[in-house]
């Protein structure tokens, strides 16, 4: 994972503790709190995108084909997208280590 | 303010939906968080040209920890109590500014963003006051049902039955002994342009409301309910299925009121039993049939009641229109 140095002198903060760096969370890679992964059998998948609306992550990313893929950098592995899937495309899978 | 694209928005399609986030990866809520994708879906909805006032409490711990921030947009954390009157000075000071030339004369919308007792409890008083003062902003309450970012303890939104940390069940005690406090009907009887309930599973209807709400002139308040796995012991992936059956037993029925006239969005059919909503979360596993039973009883009164206000709000627009 990505690693951010969180410890910085107050002489290099700016005024008022601002972030000028919108977005910079993105540096944060969340996907190493997962123990499952979501696993997408495109045969089944009907492109519908209710993985992608109902991510918390915003992990999904649609493909030039329409399908969405999960990125894994950020997928928490909450299992979301695996249930609400209207057609049973999304499987959960134990992380192996 | 913007009459024109009040008129011109007829709804958000499917296929449509924007694809930029403005609330973006990296964030730190839990997994299945379902406050953090309201807050995504939100964003969706408002758009880049915003300002956002945010009370501590999760959505503001999880999205902006030192030296990084989950915001596209400019973003204020504020105290716990004063969103509401923080995105007051927000929307007044635009307005100074831009009436002496100092700012370029544009729309740019307030969001204020606070948790269940950053509203109902210790944030009530600001928000009465802004609604009253007129502010053009919107107002969206996160609601998961406690405090949980210092870890679950009641307040005034939590449901009656609830277990938390500070309603602890047991042998003398069923958990919270009080009924939620309903802080949408608090901000109708403020008279403001437009008041909402929205859940994130029903994104559609909740993007669209947020849409109406921030391009309606004036006061605005967004009550939506975020089902949080944490606090509410259940299982992560069960967030978006727990919404839909608040919203399908009536727990948390979803509804607009439009200038006084309410309608009321969903649930359209018949109600299920509030024990599909209560055993898919641990807060409620203590509950006995007895309680259960006050709680259906509960629900149906209020879903009645509100049905009451629909039929009275067109009934009373239509005696008016005779007048
Ligand atoms: C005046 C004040 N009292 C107490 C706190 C500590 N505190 C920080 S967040 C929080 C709870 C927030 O709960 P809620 O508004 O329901 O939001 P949630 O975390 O549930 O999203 C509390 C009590 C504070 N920051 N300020
Ligand atoms: S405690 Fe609940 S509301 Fe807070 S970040 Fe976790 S899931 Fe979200």
């Known amino acids: 994972m990505a690693k951010i140095d969180a410890i910085v002198s107050w002489k290099k903060l700016n005024l008022g503790a601002a972030i000028t760096e919108p977005g910079s969370a993105r540096q944060f890679l969340t996907g190493d709190w997962r123990t499952q992964r979501p696993i997408l059998n495109k045969e089944e998948c009907i492109r519908c995108g209710r993985c992608w609306i109902y991510c918390p992550e915003a992990a999904y990313n649609e493909d030039e084909e329409g399908y969405f893929i999960c990125d894994l950098n950020y997928c928490k592995g909450c299992g979301i997208c695996a249930q609400e899937c209207p057609v049973g495309a999304i499987t959960m899978t134990l992380e192996e280590t | 303010m913007m009459p024109a694209e009040e008129k011109a928005f007829k709804g958000l399609k499917a296929r449509e939906l924007p694809k930029e986030e403005l609330f973006t990866q990296g964030h730190r809520a839990c997994q299945g968080c379902g406050g953090a994708l309201a807050l995504r879906l939100v964003m969706k909805a408002v758009g880049n040209r915003v300002i956002v006032a945010n009370a501590t409490g999760c959505m503001e711990i999880i999205s902006s920890a030192f030296p990084q921030t989950a915001w596209e947009v400019p973003w204020i954390h504020v105290a716990f109590e004063n969103a509401a009157a923080v995105a007051s000075g927000i929307e007044s000071a635009l307005k100074a500014l831009m009436r002496k030339g100092?700012?370029?004369?544009?729309?740019?919308?307030?969001?204020?963003?606070?948790?269940?007792?950053?509203?109902?409890?210790?944030?009530?008083?600001?928000?009465?006051?802004?609604?009253?003062?007129?502010?053009?902003?919107?107002?969206?309450?996160?609601?998961?049902?406690?405090?949980?970012?210092?870890?679950?303890?009641?307040?005034?939104?939590?449901?009656?039955?609830?277990?938390?940390?500070?309603?602890?069940?047991?042998?003398?005690?069923?958990?919270?002994?009080?009924?939620?406090?309903?802080?949408?009907?608090?901000?109708?009887?403020?008279?403001?342009?437009?008041?909402?309930?929205?859940?994130?599973?029903?994104?559609?209807?909740?993007?669209?409301?947020?849409?109406?709400?921030?391009?309606?002139?004036?006061?605005?308040y967004i009550h939506c309910l975020a089902p949080c796995p944490t606090g509410w012991r259940c299982s992560p992936n069960l967030t978006i299925e727990v919404g839909r059956l608040a919203v399908e037993t009536g727990v948390f029925p979803l509804y607009e009121v439009t200038n006084g006239e309410c309608k009321i969005n969903y649930p359209h059919r018949r109600l299920k039993p509030v024990r599909e909503y209560l055993q898919l979360q641990g807060r409620f596993r203590h509950l006995t049939d007895k309680y259960i039973e006050i709680i259906q009883e509960r629900v149906k009164e209020e879903i009645a009641k509100l049905q009451a206000l629909e039929k009275f709000s067109s009934f009373y627009k239509n005696a008016l229109a005779n007048f």
């Open chain 2, 102 to 220: 100092r700012l370029k004369k544009e729309k740019i919308f307030v969001l204020a963003i606070a948790g269940d007792g950053g509203t109902a409890d210790i944030g009530l008083q600001a928000l009465s006051g802004a609604l009253e003062r007129g502010h053009d902003f919107v107002y969206v309450c996160i609601d998961n049902e406690a405090y949980m970012n210092t870890g679950i303890q009641r307040s005034s939104s939590t449901p009656f039955g609830a277990r938390t940390t500070t309603s602890p069940a047991g042998k003398k005690s069923i958990g919270q002994v009080t009924w939620k406090k309903n802080v949408a009907e608090i901000a109708m009887a403020h008279h403001i342009p437009y008041v909402a309930t929205v859940c994130p599973t029903y994104y559609q209807d909740m993007m669209n409301k947020v849409k109406k709400a921030i391009t309606t002139p004036g006061p605005a």
